[in-house]
């Protein structure tokens, strides 16, 4: 059987190395506090109403929490168990 020869696709390529000039903490960010008393972390402000657009918290279990909020609601991302954005 004869081997067809592939292209490489985008899923073949290389995963990208983040060097630590790339990285941002959390901690860099604006400090607040949430309508629950919990420390969050806001990275933009929403026009106008004063919320947040984006912001991180750490959960109960130390994983880091991105929030965006849209139009339609807010989208909830887990990061991980890490301090970087």
């Known amino acids: ?3 067809k020869n592939r292209t490489r696709h985008q899923d073949d390529a290389e ?3 983040r ?3 790339d990285l941002r903490s959390v901690f860099d ?4 506090t949430n309508t629950y008393g919990r420390k969050i972390f806001v990275e933009e402000w929403k026009d106008g109403t ?3 657009k984006i912001w991180y ?3 109960k279990q130390g994983y880091l929490l991105k929030y965006e909020r ?3 609601g807010i989208l909830i991302s887990n990061l991980g ?5």
Do not use: D, Q, S, W
């Open 81 to 85: 168990k890490t301090k970087y954005i």
């Open 15 to 17: 995963p990208v190395i």
């Open 70 to 72: 849209n139009a339609l």
């Open 50 to 52: 004063g919320k947040p």
């Open 29 to 32: 960010l604006e400090n607040a």
């Open 19 to 21: 060097f630590a000039e």
């Open 1 to 3: 059987m004869k081997r």
């Open 57 to 59: 918290e750490f959960n």
